[in-house]
C-alpha cells in the first residue's frame, strides 16, 4: 500500500515543508492552510497573493485546498506562510473596495433571485478572479432579492449571509436552511448552494465512525441558537416567534427568513417557531479526533454506531482541520446533530 504524503505547492511549483495546518470551519468561514518553510528554501520575497494548493495525497490531482498567500512570517528558523481560499477575499481583501460594493437606486440587485444575486455581487467586487459561480445554483426555494432591498456600502461576505439566510427549506420534516460553501473544479475556486443535507434515513452516508474502531477523542461545541425569529410570507405578511427563557439563556439573537408559501401571520409564526426548534435540537456540535475521514467536506453525512441504539445515527459535516507533516497528518471532523449525550456516552465508555 503506498503512504500518504502530503504535498503544498507555490504557483503550481512543489516546495518543501516541515509542517503545516489545514482548517475548514464550514459556516461561510474562509478554509485556511498554515505551514512552516525552511529558510534554505529561498525565494520569499514576492509571495504576497501567490495561489498555493494543497494535497493530501502526492497522487491526488484536485486539491483539498486552493487559496492565495495573505501572511509571510520569516523567523530565524523557518518561514512561516498563511493562506486563505477564495471566501476570505469577501471579508477583507488587502484593498477594502474589493470586498466590498455599494448598491445604489441606480446600481443594485433588486429583482434577481438569490443565486443571480450573489455572482452579479461577486463580479462587481472584481472577485471572480478567486471565486467562480460556474455551478453556483441556487437556494432551494429560490428567493428573490427584491424584498427589503440592499442599498449603501455593503461587503460580500454580509450579502450572502444575508439572501442565503433568508431561504429555509421545508421539504422535510424540520425546515432546513442553505448554505453556501466552496468546492474545487481542479482548476478554480466554485461557489456551490446547497440546502443543508437531510440526515434523517435514507441519507446517502459518506462515513461510518464507531467508538471503538476510529474515534480517538470527542468534544463538545456549543452553537449560537436563534432566539428573535421573523419569518416573510407572501405578500409581505409577516410572523415573529421569540422564546422568553431561550433569551435569558442565550442572549437575544435575530434570524429573517423568507418562504412565500406562508399565507398568513399565524402560519409564519408557526413557521418561525419550527425553525427555532430546528435550530434548538442542533445547538450541540462534536468535534471528532480521528484518522479517517480527511477528503469529508462539509454538509457530508456520517453515521456514528455505538453499542446502545439510543446515541447511534446520522450525523452532518460542519468542518475539519488537519495536522500534517510529510510523514502523515492527524484529522479533527465537526459534525452536528443533538445535544451532547453521545459525547457523555462515549466518555462513560472510556472511564
Known amino acids: 500500500m ?47 497573493n ?33 493562506a486563505q481560499d477564495g471566501l476570505g477575499y469577501t471579508r477583507e481583501s488587502g ?8 448598491l445604489s437606486e441606480k446600481n443594485n440587485l433588486d429583482g434577481l433571485t438569490a443565486g443571480a444575486a450573489i455572482v452579479k455581487a461577486i463580479a462587481l467586487a472584481k ?7 460556474d455551478f453556483i445554483g441556487n437556494t432551494t426555494p429560490a428567493i428573490s432579492s427584491i424584498n427589503e432591498p440592499l442599498r449603501g456600502t455593503i461587503s460580500v461576505q454580509e450579502i450572502i449571509e444575508t439572501l442565503i439566510s433568508r431561504a429555509i427549506d421545508s421539504s422535510g420534516s424540520l425546515p432546513r436552511p442553505n448554505i453556501a460553501r466552496l468546492i474545487d473544479d481542479g482548476t478554480n475556486n466554485q461557489l456551490l448552494i446547497e440546502p443543508e443535507s437531510l440526515i434523517e434515513d435514507p441519507a446517502t452516508i459518506n462515513h461510518v465512525y464507531t467508538e471503538f474502531d476510529n474515534i480517538t477523542s470527542l468534544n463538545i461545541i456549543n452553537k449560537k441558537v436563534p ?11 409577516t ?32 413557521f418561525a417557531q419550527k425553525i427555532f426548534q430546528a435550530n434548538l435540537k442542533h445547538q450541540f456540535e462534536y468535534a471528532i479526533e480521528t484518522f479517517e475521514g480527511a477528503y469529508l ?22 468542518g475539519k482541520e488537519i495536522n500534517f ?3 502523515g497528518f492527524q484529522i479533527s471532523i465537526n459534525i452536528n446533530r443533538k445535544p451532547p449525550t453521545l459525547a457523555e456516552y462515549i466518555g462513560s465508555r472510556q472511564n
Not at 9 to 23: A, F, L, M, Q, T
Not at 95 to 102: F, G, W
Not at 227 to 237: N, P, S
Open 2 to 48: 503506498d503512504a500518504i504524503i502530503p504535498r503544498v505547492c507555490i504557483d503550481g511549483r512543489e516546495v518543501d515543508y516541515i509542517d503545516g495546518d489545514y482548517s475548514n470551519q464550514g459556516n461561510l468561514t474562509s478554509a485556511t492552510l498554515t505551514f512552516k518553510m525552511p529558510l534554505t528554501q529561498g525565494g520569499m520575497k514576492k509571495l504576497w
Open 50 to 82: 501567490k495561489e498555493v494548493t494543497f494535497y493530501l495525497n502526492q497522487y491526488d490531482t484536485v486539491p483539498m485546498f486552493r487559496g492565495w498567500i495573505r501572511r509571510v512570517n520569516e523567523t530565524f528558523n523557518d518561514i512561516e506562510i498563511m
Open 95 to 102: 484593498d477594502v473596495s474589493q470586498a466590498k460594493i455599494t
Open 127 to 133: 472577485l471572480d478572479t478567486k471565486i467562480k459561480t
Open 227 to 237: 432566539t428573535v425569529i421573523i419569518v416573510e410570507g407572501a405578500d409581505g405578511v
Open 239 to 270: 410572523g415573529t416567534f421569540s422564546h422568553d427563557s431561550a433569551i435569558a439563556a442565550y442572549d437575544r439573537s435575530y434570524l429573517e427568513v423568507s418562504n412565500d408559501r406562508l399565507k398568513s401571520p399565524a402560519e409564519c409564526k408557526d
Open 297 to 318: 467536506s462539509e454538509n457530508d453525512v456520517v453515521r456514528v454506531e455505538t453499542e446502545d441504539p439510543e446515541f447511534e445515527g446520522n450525523y452532518r459535516v460542519i
Open 325 to 327: 507533516s510529510p510523514s
